[in-house]
């Protein structure tokens, strides 16, 4: 089992969708949650850290369950602007360890 | 300027060279890793650095070494190259968790 699973893609979505990214993790251990995202050839860039309440930044919102190992990203309302890959991010291990696991991304391609 | 580059960004180059890769930040930060990516698989760590007098191995670290040459620069080497790591090659750097990625290398070996 991998450690970090997402999603299998791509997600075709067209503008102004509502679009849900689902990812698993296990090592109960982890403590620190991210999304990041990749545009194709780039650079992952940091969208995101996801913490226990929930977290919401403008379109996005992002929610973790611990007891379920459950990580999610909800895009509202998809700007083409939003099509890239998504990474689940966890780190490895409890605490401060610096030691990240990837999820394979799952991509979206927004549509006019 | 961006806060971590990486040199060069782009390598051609023949089974059984030597090459090395380069990576500098300007963000302060203690903590240094290279990872590499190919297509379908996540980012997968080659070697990580906690500070200049510490090194240690990724997941994936044969076939591949590492300098902390200072506290901005890592370089990762690959002393003799072989065409399974044709790949996309990322730096990146961190304070704790958070990491900050440099814009990639793609090397190619034939």
């Known amino acids: 089992r991998k450690e970090v699973e997402q999603d299998p893609g791509p997600f075709n979505v067209p503008e102004g969708a509502t679009v849900a990214f689902n990812c698993t993790y296990s090592?109960?251990?982890?403590?620190?949650f991210f999304w990041y995202r990749q545009d194709c050839r780039k650079e992952p860039k940091l969208l995101m850290s996801v913490y226990s309440s929930g977290n919401e930044d403008g379109r996005f919102t992002a929610q973790l369950n611990r007891a379920s190992q459950y990580i999610s990203l909800l895009i509202r309302d998809s700007k083409l602007s939003d099509s890239a890959t998504y990474l689940c991010?966890?780190?490895?291990?409890?605490?401060?360890?610096?030691?990240?696991?990837f999820g394979q991304g799952t991509t979206l391609q927004v549509k006019p | 300027d961006a806060d971590v580059t990486q040199t060069p960004r782009n390598r051609i180059t023949k089974t059984g060279k030597r090459i090395m890769l380069e990576c500098s930040q300007t963000k302060g930060h203690d903590r240094m890793y290279w990872y590499r990516q190919d297509p379908g698989l996540g980012l997968r760590l080659i070697y990580y650095s906690f500070d200049v007098k510490d090194i240690n191995k990724g997941e994936i670290s044969d076939g591949y070494s590492v300098s902390r040459q200072a506290q901005a620069k890592f370089s990762l080497s690959l002393e003799s190259a072989i065409p399974n790591q044709t790949a996309l090659y990322f730096c990146a750097t961190s304070f704790y968790n958070e990491q900050f990625f440099g814009p990639g290398t793609r090397l190619t070996v034939l």
């Open positions: 090592n109960s251990a982890s403590q620190s």
């Open positions: 991010v966890v780190n490895r291990g409890s605490s401060n360890t610096g030691k990240l696991i």
